[in-house]
């Protein structure tokens, strides 16, 4: 089996790999129909997170099982199963209080951009659809991986509410996707941070109906400009730099929530300044398994289409060609087919 492994910064090569065993009674081994390449991926892959040795890349996946550990009672061979990039018993109290992506026996999946996968506690992490999914539908089942439960969890995160203003930051994936979320759980207005033309556009097509372009002390002020001066009730953080959160927090109005769902790199919180903000704040890797079932039937559904960011699809083979055009920014989402 071949699989896609950084060396080192922007040193991304498919190369042969173990294929993957059972190993635990409670593990899964599935065929990939779909995997991609996540923002996430960018931060090792521009040497920002260095790694010390080659390193099995890809952490969102879906596909048809096709073997499982003596003990998987929910999953069986032959059906088409979605997981979180974070694997989950979904028995511990973190996995009871609905945050599975902090499960006392987590594991971090990796090697998803591969052919073959093993996920560990499947039961608990798997989710199956009703169905073995048209091709078509697949792109949007893929994003329920990761970038779609994550921009969804930005949103509850930020405590959406019908009617009410959002504001969402970074117009990477999950933050359009955030969008999708917001405009999902009814938001009355929901204002897109981007300046990039392709992006506006599907942000536009997710539910924004205001586009900010400005950034930094700007874009809060365009935010502020735009809710009288009082600031968003609900603001999605999507990116994870120091810019990005302090952004987040000058848009927010006193009350109101902030949902970061942006890996934090750099990021530093002055305690004064978060104390007078007077806003809430939540965040964290999503617990995408929470979400899984409802998203599944929203999809299955055809009620969202989330699978609109993917821009570029490439054979597997071509993963590197697909890491290249999301760090120039020429794409939104690679999708890459085994
Ligand atoms: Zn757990």
New binding site residues.
Partial sequence: MKGTVLYGPRDIRFEERDDPKIIKPTDAIIRISATCVCGSDLWPYRGLQPVSEPTPMGHEYCGIVEEVGSAVRSVKPGQFVIGSFAT?????????AVY?S?????EWMLRAQASVLRVPHAD?TLVATPAVPSKDMIPSLLTLSDVMGTGWFAAVAADVKPGKTVAVVGDGAVGLLGVLSAKQMGAGRIIAMSRHEKRQKLAREFGATDIVTERGDEGVARIKELTKGIGADSVLECVGTQESMMQAIGSTRPGGSIGYVGVPHGVELDGQQLFFSHVRLHGGPAPVRRFLPDLIDLVWKEKINPGKVFDLTLPLDQVAEGYRAMDERRAIKTLLRP
């Avoid at 902090?102 to 987590?106: H, I, Q």
């Fill in positions: 989950s018993d979904n028995t511990c109290p973190h996995c009871q599975q902090s499960c006392l026996d987590r608990g």
